[in-house]
T-cell receptor, first 110, second 114 residues
Framework: DQQVKQNSPSLSVQEGRISILNCDYTNSMFDYFLWYKKYPAEGPTFLISISSIKDKNEDGRFTVFLNKSAKHLSLHIVPSQPGDSAVYFCAANNFNKFYFGSGTKLNVKP | DTAVSQTPKYLVTQMGNDKSIKCEQNLGHDTMYWYKQDSKKFLKIMFSYNNKELIINETVPNRFSPKSPDKAHLNLHINSLELGDSAVYFC?????????????FGSGTRLTVV
């Protein structure tokens, strides 16, 4: 039973436009959420995080939104760049254990 | 200088064999992990060690045994390999288990059992 789900396996966006990656979770006890970015043949790298006491965290072109009532997390990338093309994993933390989604492959077209 | 390094990167082996995957981190982190990325691409935790002590042991077959000779190393030994063990295995480390920046991952080991 997957507690963190990314229902879109892929997303294609034009360079300069906004990319929105979505993540849903089932466990209301999660207290921390993160996004990781993964290039082929590399391990995931940390991108941005948000605590459950916040609803928004921004870092440059990346913003994560948290809607606790809907148990929904999203990552906005504005403006999208070709170098953002990668697989994005969302993860949620509960009792020091992270649960990962299955990833969304983002393709930013020049 | 690689922060979390795993060897080998690729491993092809026959059913029934015993194999090991090694992981080393030079970040001075206290906690190390093994994750398995299954065929559906989910990353699932298998084990976690904190200062050489096992702290997380998820429901994995007994054929999988982690070994941590020191806090910079966490190796994964797999006995009697089965076809279903084919996956990408990621090692990771963190300064503490709840660090906001999450983990630093290795680049993965793609295990193929034939």
């Amino acid at each position: 039973d997957q507690q963190v789900k990314q229902n879109s396996p892929s997303l294609s966006v034009q360079e300069g436009r906004i990319s929105i990656l979505n993540c849903d979770y089932t466990n209301s006890m999660f207290d921390y959420f993160l996004w990781y970015k993964k290039y082929p043949a590399e391990g995931p790298t940390f991108l941005i995080s948000i605590s459950s006491i916040k609803d928004k965290n921004e870092d440059g072109r990346f913003t994560v939104f948290l809607n606790k009532s809907a148990k929904h997390l999203s990552l906005h990338i504005v403006p999208s760049q070709p170098g953002d093309s990668a697989v994005y994993f969302c993860a949620a933390n509960n009792f020091n254990k992270f649960y990962f989604g299955s990833g969304t492959k983002l393709n930013v077209k020049p | 200088d690689t922060a979390v390094s795993q060897t080998p990167k690729y491993l092809v082996t026959q059913m029934g064999n015993d194999k090991s995957i090694k992981c080393e981190q030079n970040l001075g982190h206290d906690t190390m992990y093994w994750y398995k990325q299954d065929s559906k691409k989910f990353l699932k935790i298998m084990f976690s060690y904190n200062n050489k002590e096992l702290i997380i042991n998820e429901t994995v077959p007994n054929r999988f045994s982690p070994k941590s000779p020191d806090k910079a190393h966490l190796n994964l030994h797999i006995n009697s390999l089965e076809l279903g063990d084919s996956a990408v295995y990621f090692c990771a480390s963190s300064q503490d288990r709840s660090t906001p920046a999450g983990y630093t991952f290795g680049s993965g080991t793609r295990l193929t059992v034939v």
